[in-house]
């Protein structure tokens, strides 16, 4: 965070009047948490001074996540929350709350479909794991298939309280989070139907900020599918040569309107379902953005279904395309930056 992580936590960082740390304490609530111990380091003294009613406990020297977890050393199920993150939806993780419960597996990973750099977060892809249920996987790879629906980790995870018996040995070198999750034999992952945005740098901060002010000011809603199949094509729709309609001829994702009283993800599935007769069972938020005055939803979706297995009721044709071919289609605008957004595919 620059000169401003140099005098301040990223945790007591404020946001909208709230601090990272005070939003993370209220999502831990909303899913039924009834311990909460903040394990700090980097200037956590004002952290002590600024919060109450939890436990806290001084991570002495900076080894990694998992030795946070050592740190804290849990004595039930616990679920571990990184602040620098904010999610969209906390019924999302209340669901996947909920998922750990009724399964035995050691841990379940929260997943998001939004690429992530950073060096330490690996990526699943859906086409490697067993699908138990929707947006359910498990956590070990079973092929080396590079293709299909990316899962990206995030700061969120619960675990089953045997899960401490397999903490590395530290002896002051830090372990890679991933290499401690490696290390359990039975894991989960839960892909969000929502999104969430992680703060790593100031610019991240400045970025959710304009888009908030922007969707406050926005009118309709509105939702679009990137629908990949398990060799990593995107199946995209053509619009008819109608001069009456915008951009007519042009490919397009597939989506629409959300009606009253509709979630952005039960909208998409329902468009998915009335335009090409496809029922999305794994899916995830991938962005939410301002185009025409509309507070517009894009998901990323896992597409199990052959071209001649699917029903086309809008348009005049549809097709799937690997991402490399992207850039030499004609692609509606808003839907164009969707997709060179989500596979990094420019002119």
Not at 153 to 160: A, D, E, L, Q, R
Not at 255 to 282: L, Q, W
């Amino acid at each position: 965070m620059g000169q401003l992580g140099a005098s301040l936590p990223k945790a007591l960082i404020e946001i909208e009047g709230r601090t990272l740390l005070e939003r993370s304490l209220e999502t831990l609530k909303s899913i039924g948490v009834s311990r909460i111990v903040v394990v700090v380091g980097h200037l956590g003294q004002k952290i002590v001074e600024r919060v109450s009613g939890v436990e806290i406990v001084f991570q002495e020297q900076p080894l990694g996540l998992a030795h946070a977890i050592a740190t804290a050393n849990p004595d039930d199920d616990f679920v571990v929350l990184c602040p620098d993150n904010v999610y969209t939806d906390d019924a999302d993780l209340v669901r996947a709350r909920e998922v750990f419960k009724s399964n035995k597996s050691l841990f379940l990973l929260i997943g998001t479909v939004t690429p992530n750099t950073q060096r330490d977060r690996k990526s699943y892809i859906t086409s490697a794991h067993r699908n138990y249920e929707p947006n359910v996987y498990n956590y070990r790879s079973e092929n080396d298939n590079p293709s299909g629906l990316a899962i990206n980790s995030t700061g969120c995870t619960f675990f089953k309280r045997e899960a401490l018996d397999y903490l590395p040995s530290f002896s002051n070198r830090e372990h890679i989070f991933r290499d401690y999750l490696d290390r359990i034999p039975d894991g989960l992952i839960y892909l969000l139907r929502g999104m969430r945005y992680d703060f790593s740098e100031p610019e991240d901060i400045e970025h959710y900020l304009e888009l908030k002010r922007r969707l406050r000011e926005t009118n309709g809603q509105g939702v679009s599918a990137i629908l990949i199949n398990a060799d990593g094509q995107v199946l995209l729709q053509q619009r008819d040569d109608n001069p009456a309609i915008r951009y007519p001829g042009h490919w397009s994702l597939f989506g629409g309107t959300i009606e009253n009283n509709e979630s952005p993800a039960d909208a998409v599935a329902r468009e998915v379902k009335e335009e090409i007769d496809f029922e999305m069972r794994n899916f995830g938020m991938f962005r939410e953005f301002v185009q025409n005055n509309k507070r517009e939803f894009a998901f990323a979706g896992e597409l199990t279904a052959q071209l001649d297995e699917l029903t086309l009721s809008e348009g005049q044709g549809m097709k799937f395309f690997y991402p490399p071919q992207l850039k030499e289609l004609q692609i509606r605008p808003d839907d164009k930056d969707t997709l060179e957004q989500y596979f990094g595919v420019g002119e």
